[in-house]
């Protein structure tokens, strides 16, 4: 059920996009938010400094609740905590600039969840699709409620679908930049595993994913990821075993390959 944007205790949302180049995708990306039915939302958009058409694209779709920061960065999540320290609502969540949202109640969907203060944040199922028709599944990312040690397993929530009390970043932390490409899975594993923050699982599709991002467009950069992740663990103190931990990552993976024929989620 979507949250009622006039009941004055919904809470305010602070949606994140972080972009640069992405003059294929990133008109989807603004439409799919722009369609929400939930609007007690700000749209804070940090460029990179794009050289192509973005920002032409993103100025030719204005909005009241948007706002735009361009010039050069370290990298996507030095980029996304410049966004946090703009974000002025009560919880925080992020949209890539080549992902959209499943359906126009996503946003209303997480505003419902998190209107109940007894959470700091909530997360649900993401769907990969193609780079070119974002209607044809390849994998489906299902979730689950947390359970204490599920990192050391190979399990993480998809960060995109992941929102949290913006109270939370002021009090535990926003991206460690000393991970290049698994920042996101720590600062769930710290949110999670070491500050255990109060979450609720969302079971249904929130956003839509397309293939070829930083961490998955090949091989090399999964493996990298993953090592990141092997020493978040450790580097929280955090029980692994390596061979149970790369086990469980085959076998996730494998599974939201078989989930991807089920569609009663999808329209949920």
């Given at each position: 059920m979507a949250a009622d944007t006039a009941n004055p205790s919904s809470p305010r949302i602070s949606l994140i996009t972080v972009c640069w180049n992405v003059e294929q995708t990133i008109a989807d990306t603004l439409r799919s938010i722009d369609t929400q039915t939930y609007r007690n939302f700000e749209h804070i958009i940090i460029d990179g400094?794009?050289?192509?058409?973005?920002?032409?694209?993103i100025a030719s779709a204005p909005a009241e609740n948007?706002?735009?920061?361009?010039?050069?960065?370290?990298?996507i999540y030095e980029a996304m905590n410049k966004g946090i320290g703009l974000a002025t609502g009560d919880i925080i969540g992020f949209l890539n600039a080549d992902d959209i949202f499943e359906s126009s109640d996503s946003l209303g969907t997480v505003a419902a969840a998190l209107e109940d203060e007894a959470y700091d944040g909530c997360y649900g199922d993401l769907v990969y699709v193609s780079n070119r028709h974002t209607d044809r599944k390849i994998r489906y990312w299902k979730s689950r409620a947390f359970r204490s040690g599920s990192f050391a397993?190979?399990?993480c929530p998809p960060h995109p679908t992941f929102y949290v009390r913006?109270?939370?970043?002021?009090?535990f932390g926003r991206f460690d930049l000393r991970y290049r490409l698994?920042?996101?899975?720590e600062l769930m594993m710290r949110f999670l595993e070491v500050a255990r923050i109060r979450t609720?699982?969302?079971?249904?599709?929130?956003?839509?994913m397309r293939l070829g991002g930083a961490t998955n467009k090949?091989?090399?950069?999964?493996?990298r990821q993953?090592?990141?992740v092997l020493s978040a663990l450790a580097d929280h103190g955090l029980k692994i075993s390596t061979s149970m931990f790369w086990a469980f990552k085959i076998v996730n993976r494998l599974g939201q390959f078989l989930m991807r024929n089920r569609s009663q989620d999808l329209s949920a």
């Amino acid at each position: 059920m979507a949250a009622d944007t006039a009941n004055p205790s919904s809470p305010r949302i602070s949606l994140i996009t972080v972009c640069w180049n992405v003059e294929q995708t990133i008109a989807d990306t603004l439409r799919s938010i722009d369609t929400q039915t939930y609007r007690n939302f700000e749209h804070i958009i940090i460029d990179g400094g794009s050289k192509d058409s973005t920002l032409a694209i993103i100025a030719s779709a204005p909005a009241e609740n948007r706002r735009v920061l361009s010039g050069p960065d370290g990298g996507i999540y030095e980029a996304m905590n410049k966004g946090i320290g703009l974000a002025t609502g009560d919880i925080i969540g992020f949209l890539n600039a080549d992902d959209i949202f499943e359906s126009s109640d996503s946003l209303g969907t997480v505003a419902a969840a998190l209107e109940d203060e007894a959470y700091d944040g909530c997360y649900g199922d993401l769907v990969y699709v193609s780079n070119r028709h974002t209607d044809r599944k390849i994998r489906y990312w299902k979730s689950r409620a947390f359970r204490s040690g599920s990192f050391a397993r190979g399990w993480c929530p998809p960060h995109p679908t992941f929102y949290v009390r913006r109270s939370i970043y002021e009090q535990f932390g926003r991206f460690d930049l000393r991970y290049r490409l698994a920042a996101d899975v720590e600062l769930m594993m710290r949110f999670l595993e070491v500050a255990r923050i109060r979450t609720i699982y969302i079971p249904r599709v929130l956003v839509r994913m397309r293939l070829g991002g930083a961490t998955n467009k090949n091989i090399q950069n999964i493996s990298r990821q993953n090592k990141e992740v092997l020493s978040a663990l450790a580097d929280h103190g955090l029980k692994i075993s390596t061979s149970m931990f790369w086990a469980f990552k085959i076998v996730n993976r494998l599974g939201q390959f078989l989930m991807r024929n089920r569609s009663q989620d999808l329209s949920a």
